[in-house]
């Protein structure tokens, strides 16, 4: 079955970066695209962007761009959202999401989130 | 970038009573339009995609319908374990979500 396992909690100081895994299984890695959606404390989801598994190209949407990369290691199947220069406003859990695929072109597969702290 | 708000913001409803959760789009998304269900500490789950298709698994309870600006999702007979946030979100130019619509224990 089709699984997106996501690395642990993270604590990390203002200013430093930090590096959130999703590890694909159940399925052919490069066969769909990986998307990063964040949810700040007590708030809404709003999509980051997506990766191309298959090019490696990233595609960030507004607001996320400069502090954010997306990158990817095939040979694990495994996803990467790495932030740098942490704000507080970049506590939030993250979550990785892939289309259902089959003609589904939505969300219908997610990781457990990572919950990013941020504090001195 | 299309915007999507979502009305009611919170509704407060009993069990077997019907649910209707509304979003508008800034501008038409044709029928790109889905829904999910959140519950505290989960990830969303997909309900509804391309507007009015249920996803896998998905009670019959749950409906979508509108085109263009205007989309509805309707839960015919709310049973306990409906209560959660629901969001909309489109992906006819990148992709949005709405704010989400809390549905609370009346």
């Known amino acids: 079955q089709v699984q997106l396992v996501q690395s ?3 604590l990390k100081k203002p200013g430093a970066s930090v ?3 999703c590890k694909a299984s159940g399925y052919t890695f490069t066969t769909y695209a990986i998307n990063w959606v964040r949810q700040a404390p ?3 989801l709003e999509w980051m962007g997506w990766i191309n598994t298959n090019t490696g ?3 960030y949407a507004q607001g996320f761009t400069g502090r954010f990369v997306f990158s990817l290691d095939t040979a694990v199947s495994t996803a990467y959202l790495q932030i740098s220069s942490l704000q ?3 506590n939030a859990v993250y979550f990785c999401a892939r289309v259902e695929g089959s003609g589904n072109n939505e969300f219908g597969y997610w990781g457990q989130g990572t919950l990013v702290t941020v504090s001195s | 970038e299309i915007v999507l708000t979502q009305s009611p913001a919170t509704l407060s409803l009993s069990p077997g009573e019907r649910a209707t959760l509304s979003c508008r789009a800034s501008q038409s998304v044709r029928s790109y339009l889905a829904w999910y269900q959140q519950k505290p500490g989960q990830a969303p789950r997909l ?3 391309d507007a009015s298709s249920r996803a896998t698994g998905i009670p019959a309870r749950f409906s ?3 085109s263009g600006t205007d989309f509805t999702l309707t839960i015919s007979s709310l049973e306990p374990e409906d209560f959660a946030v629901y969001y909309c ?3 006819s130019i990148s992709r949005t979500f709405g704010q989400g619509t809390k549905l609370e224990i009346k």
């Open chain 1, 8 to 10: 642990g909690s993270e």
């Open chain 1, 57 to 59: 190209n990233p595609s």
């Open chain 1, 19 to 21: 590096k959130v895994s």
């Open chain 2, 89 to 91: 979100q489109q992906r």
């Open chain 1, 42 to 44: 007590g708030q809404g």
């Open chain 2, 47 to 49: 309900l509804i995609f």
């Open chain 1, 88 to 90: 507080a406003e970049d």
């Open chain 2, 64 to 66: 979508g319908s509108g």
